[in-house]
């Protein structure tokens, strides 16, 4: 019997398309429990259950950074005593993933791919140019999956999960919140778990409009290359690759950058690539699937004029 824990940190909307994917690879176990801080949602609780899997074990929201978590990620392993845990593979859920590893002294797993039933982990390796298949020898090990690596697939159940609270232990938090401002909502899909990506490099010489036209005609998530975050053009938030953030969509459009190894570190795992450049040399050309060459500010308001008028 192989017990699988998924540890979410909000549900209080339908899960999104990379929680579903992690409740499709937990449902392939013999038993899954969710962990979850914060609240959940009555619509939640039943699109957990339609993967077949019944118990969500609840604690409060933390603060935003990672002390809470990793407690009650800690509190909900002592509880189930899974073989494995899956989380997101994000910058926040890698950290907790990793401390609560090295409490346990148990393995951890990143950038995850697939997962077996057998704990058998598929991931991708040297920013995307091997995948390796891992057994773990640890009695536990945690897992972070990348997003858009599995088919959605519900299992039937047909009841809703129940919540149970969750005990954790009181902390006491060695950093104390001082101030909190919400960013503006760009109404884009994160860049992280986006379906399709247009980012744009310095070849936008300082007007990222004809890049974030192209996207929002694709219902796309806006990326850049560091020569475009580094110029302030855009905030670095939106950087893609080696020390940004991780991408791996179906489609990955990318305007005016020359495909450097720490951009392409970011999204060569992408299904499919096009590139625009003007540079039939640029080495993006190497790993692009469909190559355009020519000028990013003439093509890309043709390629979202023609998209807007086929969905017309
Ligand atoms: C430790 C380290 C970490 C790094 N991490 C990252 C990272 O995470 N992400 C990242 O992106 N980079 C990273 N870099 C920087 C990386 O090495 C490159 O410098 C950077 O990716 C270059 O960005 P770019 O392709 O936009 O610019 P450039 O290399 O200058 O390329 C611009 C391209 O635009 C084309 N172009 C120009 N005008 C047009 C036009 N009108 N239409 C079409 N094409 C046009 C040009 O032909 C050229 O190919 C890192 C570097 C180091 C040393």
Known sequence: MTSALLFFTELTQAPSKAQRELLTLAARFDSATVALTGDISEEATGIVGSYGIGRIL????????????????????????????????????????????????????????????????????????????????????????????????????????????????????????????????????????????????RG????????????????????????????????HDFQVGQTGTTVSPQLYISAGISGAIQQKAGMQTSKYIVAVNKDEDAPIFEIADFGIIGDLKQILPQAAEEIRRRQS
């Open 58 to 201: 609840q604690a409060p929201a933390g603060d935003g950074f990672q002390d809470h978590e990793v407690g009650v990620l800690d509190a909900a392993v002592q509880t189930v005593n899974p073989q494995i845990v899956l989380l997101a593979n994000d910058s926040f859920h890698r950290e907790v993933a990793a401390r609560v590893a090295a409490r346990r002294e148990v393995g951890i797993i990143t950038d995850a791919i697939d997962v077996s039933a057998d704990r058998t982990v598929t991931k991708d390796e040297l920013a995307g140019a091997y995948t390796a298949r891992v057994n773990p020898v640890a009695d536990l090990v945690l897992v972070t999956v990348k997003p858009n690596s599995v088919e959605d697939a519900p299992a039937g159940g047909e009841s809703a999960a129940v919540v149970e609270p969750l005990e954790v232990a009181a902390y006491a938090s060695r950093l104390q919140v001082v101030g909190r401002e919400e960013k503006p909502a760009s109404g884009r899909p994160s860049l992280g778990e986006a379906r399709i990506v247009v980012s744009g490099g």
């Open 204 to 235: 936008v010489d300082g007007d990222f409009s004809p890049v974030e036209d192209l996207a929002d005609a694709l219902g796309a998530a806006v990326g850049a290359s560091r020569a475009a975050t580094d110029a302030g053009w855009i905030d």
